[in-house]
């Protein structure tokens, strides 16, 4: 979880479009994560 969090500390920093491919990253992972990949386009 600290990692998570010292990762999107340093995304903040790299500004907004880092910030958004970041949460698209971690949203693709969680549904992967839920056996739900078919989801991802």
Excluded: P, T, V
């Excluded at 958004?20 to 386009?41: A, C, N, P, T, V």
Aim: charged fraction near 45%.
């Amino acid at each position: 979880m600290l990692d998570e969090a010292l990762l999107l500390e340093r995304k903040l920093k790299e500004g907004k479009e880092n910030i958004d491919q970041y949460i698209i990253e971690r949203e693709k992972q969680s549904l992967i994560e839920l056996g739900l990949e078919k989801l991802i386009k």
